[in-house]
């Protein structure tokens, strides 16, 4: 007999009683041919001899022994022996006979996996509590238990399994829930009934998996539009929303529900149970998406994790670099990344919504787009205009480049959010003197900026934002850096280096300039630093408006090179690149583009830094392409901008190469070919760490670390910061924006404030 499986396991029949076919399969024999079983999940052929004698055999009616017997005038009583054997360890018998009223449900059972006569044993000794949130109804519920073999119990106490009936899932009222049923001991199953969008699951276990806790900490984690409202209204819980659904809407909830109930308690489990499982009654889409137990929750973990990860002496350790072209200075690839933490992203449970495509690419740029910038988040209803910056992306050569940048810029804001576990010590800035470091040292603010904030203000843009003084006198709360040039632990307010939804007391607020996401924390470390690098070189630059030299896109033989450059004269457009290496030697790299078919010039641009000059150039060009897509569609009458920020929007129509002589090429130097830069590739990230490290101790700058990864994530974040590096958005404090270019030899004597370049950038 040909059938499947077959691990030498003893037969259902061994251990005693009548054995058959599971009732969700139908046998049917043609001499000659086959026996066929039928299923609702297709048609199985048994073919030969032993397959169409035994079949007829397997009716229910006979034990082990019996079968053999009745086979052995034309099997021998091995063959019959061995063909039971395999057909049990393919899973098509079971022992005994369920014998109840409904053979439907028995088939179920048998289909589901358990069994029917174990499946219904347990759902005989089980009973199920409804729990009705305000909204929702248990009768309906109720009934459908009954109609499927569950007992409805009205003491909650003796029940094996609770099931929640709610409108939302962040319903306030389900913490208390949680909280009885953590005591209990006794899972129980969330399910949302109000709504076109059904919810379901996951199987809520105390001290086991996820609570309520940790699924409502990713579920707020998309709902952020509605905390401003939430506020201004006074609503303890959730925006209320109205109900849309229909009758059959809300009884498919509730009968998926009981479905549900009964598997778990039947002993049919699966990946339904540990997630949350989503029906649109619309569009009929189903989705189930994992809910992830928090290791650092405050109710069902441990809530420490976080503090004493960050209060820990920063250490970097050995981390050969992954082989890969010109971006593979990093622990692991892109697809490695994607696929070591493509979970995180997801509509409902994720960190991320999604990651699409930004509106608008032209074919040869990837640039794709990761949710909301939480780094530009307001608390007020209409909100400082983020504008450019709204919303968290990636770029790249490939897709798979442009979607690993995109989810490790969103994982960056989302670690580098203030959750409430970060560790804080409260006091003054006087009072905890040199181990200290003062907000302005790494915000770089001028006193006339202070001075002058409401004018500064007044127009609204976060990224020009200034702040008020801060008062070195008052208490506010401070979080533990590492100082890995000083080796020891430094002190910078708590408000300047996580993301909050509103204005801190003490008037500081945090950027995201030097965190930065990596495939390890070393990989982390040097890109938050080489994010600084950059930024510094280009508020240099822009801000003094100096010249600077030419980047010989020729020289670097690429082809990826030529293919964008082509890929930019097809929609009328001329690139070109500057060399802004500043003081710190390490190569950075500006990318410019603009219209050359029309009076608009719609000129865009990108930055990047590396010890790799390729590299540095690379990040420039793809980082540019991430602008393209604002200005691709524009009209010759200036419409089509997909921006309406008002400081990009009067760039694009009014800065021209021409009117702003520093973004073209220093005429009067050569340009520069990879052969400029001395460059020695290292094969581990500790090196470049040591590097870093050294070369900042030699430059009496400071290099300071702050661990931001988060435990349930594990994917490693970092904020870097060296004091004195300059920010690219307008920070005028004194300092290296006026002394490099001196000390560069691009200008003859420092820039005076009031001569500084009026355009503040707007990235």
Request: charged share 25%; glycine share 10%; aromatic share 6%.
């Amino acid at each position: 007999m040909t059938a499947p499986g077959g691990d030498g396991q003893r037969p259902a029949g061994d251990r005693g009683g009548p054995i058959g076919f599971k009732s969700h399969l139908r046998a049917t024999v043609v001499p000659g041919e086959a026996a066929y079983l039928v299923s609702q999940r297709g048609v199985t052929a048994l073919r030969g001899t032993p397959a169409e004698v035994l079949v007829p055999l397997l009716d229910g009616t006979r034990d082990h022994a019996e079968v053999i017997s009745a086979a052995t005038p034309l099997l021998t009583t091995e063959e019959a022996a061995g063909s039971l054997r395999a057909l049990d360890a393919a899973g098509l018998l079971r022992l005994g006979t369920p014998g109840t009223a409904d053979p439907a449900a028995e088939a179920y059972w048998d289909l589901a996996g358990p069994g029917a006569p174990a499946a219904l044993a347990a759902l005989a000794g089980a009973a199920v509590a409804l729990v009705p949130l305000a909204g929702t109804d248990a009768a309906e519920a109720a009934e459908a238990c009954r109609a499927s073999g569950l007992t409805v119990t009205d003491a909650p106490e003796r029940a094996d399994l609770t099931l929640v009936l709610c409108d939302d899932y962040l319903d306030p009222e389900l913490a208390e829930v949680d909280a009885r049923q953590r005591t209990a001991g006794t899972p129980w199953l969330p399910v949302r009934t109000g709504s076109a969008a059904l919810w379901l699951g996951p199987v809520l276990r105390p001290h086991d998996g996820p609570c309520w806790h940790c699924l409502a900490t990713r579920l707020r984690g998309h709902r952020y539009a509605e905390r401003p409202l939430q506020r201004a209204l006074g609503e303890e819980g959730p925006v209320r929303r109205p109900h849309a659904t229909l009758a059959a809407g809300r009884a498919v909830a509730v009968h998926l529900a009981v479905l549900e109930a009964a598997k778990w308690l039947a002993g049919a489990r699966g990946a339904s149970h540990d997630g949350v499982t989503t029906l649109d009654t619309l569009t009929l889409e189903t989705a189930t998406h994992p809910a992830a137990r928090l290791p650092q929750c405050a109710v069902c973990g441990d809530p420490g994790l976080t503090a004493r990860r960050i209060e820990a002496p920063f250490v970097p350790v050995p981390r050969p670099k992954a082989a890969g072209e010109l971006n593979g200075h990093r622990a692991l690839t892109p697809a490695q990344m994607l696929e070591r933490y493509g979970h995180l992203v997801g509509p409902v449970t994720g960190i991320v919504k999604e990651i699409r495509r930004a509106p608008g690419s032209p074919g040869f740029v990837s640039t794709y787009l990761s949710g909301q910038n939480l780094a530009m988040r307001s608390g007020t209803l209409a909100g400082l205009r983020a504008g450019l910056r709204s919303l968290s992306g990636g770029k790249g050569l490939t897709d798979t480049e442009a979607r690993t940048s995109a989810l490790c810029e969103a994982v960056e804001r989302y670690s580098g959010t203030r959750q409430g576990d970060e560790p804080v010590v409260r006091d003054t800035y006087r009072a905890l003197g040199e181990d200290a470091v003062h907000p302005n040292a790494v915000q770089l603010f001028h006193e006339r900026q202070f001075a002058d904030r409401e004018r500064w203000n007044g127009g609204g843009s976060h990224l020009h934002h200034v702040p008020r003084r801060f008062d070195e006198e008052r208490p506010t709360e401070w979080t533990p850096v590492w100082s890995l040039t000083q080796e020891r632990q430094r002190l910078l307010p708590t408000s300047l280096l996580f993301f909050g939804e509103h204005e801190a007391p003490d008037g500081v607020w945090a950027d995201s300039n030097g965190n930065a996401a990596g495939s390890s924390p070393e990989d982390a470390l040097v890109q938050g630093f080489l994010e600084l690098v950059e930024r510094d070189a280009v508020a240099i630059w822009w801000y003094n408006r100096t010249r600077h030299p030419a980047v010989d896109l020729d020289a670097f033989d690429e082809p990826y090179i030529e293919r964008l450059r082509a890929g930019y004269r097809s929609v009328g457009r001329e690139v070109w690149a500057l060399d802004l290496t500043g003081d710190l030697g390490i190569p950075v790299v500006a990318a410019l583009s603009r219209r050359t078919d029309r009076q608009a010039e719609d000129i865009v641009f990108g930055f990047g830094a590396h010890f790799d000059p390729r590299v540095a150039l690379r990040r420039a060009l793809t980082e540019m392409g991430q602008l393209l897509p604002l200005v691709g569609d524009v009209t010759p009458d200036g419409r089509g901008y997909r921006c309406a920020d008002p400081d990009p929007l009067n760039w694009w129509r009014h800065a021209t190469a021409a009117n702003r002589p520093y973004l073209r090429p220093d005429p009067a130097t050569p340009a520069r070919t990879p052969g400029h830069w001395a460059y020695t590739p290292a094969s581990d990230l500790l090196d470049d760490v040591h590097f870093i490290t050294e070369l900042l101790r030699s430059r009496g700058l400071e290099l300071l670390v702050l661990d931001q990864t988060r435990p349930d994530l594990d994917l490693p974040v970092v904020k870097v910061l060296v004091p004195g590096l300059r920010h690219f958005w307008p920070r005028f404090a004194p300092g290296r924006l006026y002394d490099t270019p001196v000390e560069l030899g691009l200008r003859t004597k420092r820039c005076r404030l009031e001569e500084l370049n009026p355009t503040p950038l707007f990235v």
